[in-house]
């Protein structure tokens, strides 16, 4: 069944309109949204994680008070950089906020995006190549998988540190503590290509598809996206993995319900909505339409979308500087006017 979700991507400005205007609003808000897109049916409340930069940087604070503030609405992130990541630290503060949440968590990872410093990583300790046993060679998107594949050996309660036996009565290897059982199966990886979905796939990650795609083949977004996931998909199977996989997408959607989303977005629903292909850290890369319209041309344009129809989760980013009333408007909207539409287009579901 199609779940809706909001991404926020936190970001804050101190510039006229602007209702989050520091880092703390931000935070803030993000919780509350949380708990108003809980009230308004929504099904998750994702959060995108960038640093040195006006965005959310470190999610699991405002996770954590989210879990806390709602009972039903999966928490997640969509994505957090694994370059920066340390990998037990990381599985630590994601199995306390898994407990807090009663097992709730979505944690979308990733190798990263083009982002505002250059390698801030390093700053943060981490160093292609730097680590004992580890390639000369190895790259940034090396690293990044390398961090992902010791964060998730945590998270399934392996030992890891040498026991003290003056202090534990035992020999062997101790795993990172808390453990939070079944969080190992709720981590999706951020493809930006078919052929890292494929890698997703044989990972036995879940699979989070953006509004971007770092190839392009010429054919439109959502198709190029549906074809993405059916290789996932394909793949998942081809590797044998028991459990059924997760997929989401991201869309930019703004319903025009009231005068303020038509004084903000009504000149952009005149406009010709479509794909946007140009060059993004060296590759061709095609970039999905927005989707700003009346609730029921919403319904009838997102029900023909390929890739929405073959996911299980819709993302919908959200224009968060404008603040929770009318991000939990335009969510409640899509609720309550939208995705009855889309669920019932669903080929599985007809």
């Known amino acids: 069944m199609t779940r809706l979700g909001f991404l926020s991507f936190g970001n804050w400005s101190n510039v006229p309109g602007s209702l989050t205007r520091t880092g703390g609003e931000a935070i803030l808000q993000g919780i509350e949204l949380a708990v108003a897109a809980e009230e308004a049916g929504v ?83 981490h160093v292609p190549g730097a680590a004992d046993g580890v390639s000369a060679s190895e790259t940034d998107a090396d690293m990044a998988r390398r961090h992902t594949a010791a964060f998730r050996e945590a998270l399934t309660g392996a030992g890891l540190a040498p026991a003290n036996p003056q202090m534990v009565g035992t020999v062997g290897l101790l795993p990172v503590t808390p453990q939070s059982p079944g969080l190992a199966d709720r981590i999706w990886w951020g493809a930006g290509t078919r052929a890292t979905a494929v890698w997703a796939a044989e990972q036995g990650m879940n699979l989070m598809s953006s509004t971007l795609l770092t190839e392009d083949t010429g054919v439109p977004f959502d198709e190029l ?87 299980d989760t819709l993302l919908v980013t959200v224009p968060n500087q404008l603040g929770v009333d009318f991000n939990a408007r335009i969510l409640a909207s899509l609720a309550r006017d939208v995705m009855p539409a889309v669920r019932a287009a669903v080929p599985s579901l007809a």
């Not at 994702?46 to 040195?52: A, E, G, I, L, M």
């Not at 059916?230 to 993995?241: K, P, Q």
């Not at 989303?261 to 292909?277: C, I, M, P």
């Open 225 to 311: 996206q549906a074809e993405q996931i059916a290789l996932f998909r394909a793949a998942w199977r081809d590797a044998g993995w028991q459990r059924a996989p997760r997929v989401s997408v991201s869309r930019s959607i703004i319903p025009l319900i009231d005068d303020e989303t038509e004084y903000y977005f009504g000149l952009h629903a005149q406009a010709e909505q479509r794909d946007q292909v140009g060059i993004l850290d060296g590759s061709r890369s095609r970039f999905g339409r927005q989707y700003i319209g009346t609730p029921d041309r919403l319904a009838e344009e997102l029900s023909r979308d390929a890739a929405v129809l073959a996911a």
């Open 43 to 125: 099904d998750g409340a994702f959060y995108r994680v960038h640093h040195f930069a006006k965005n959310y940087s470190s999610p699991y604070p405002m996770l954590a008070a989210a879990a806390a503030r709602t009972s039903r609405i999966e928490l997640g992130t969509g994505v957090i950089d694994m370059r920066y990541e340390n990998p037990l630290a990381m599985a630590e503060n994601a199995a306390a906020t898994d407990l807090i949440s009663g097992g709730r968590l979505q944690l979308g990872i990733s190798r990263g995006s083009p982002e505002t410093s250059i390698a801030g990583y390093e700053v943060f300790g």
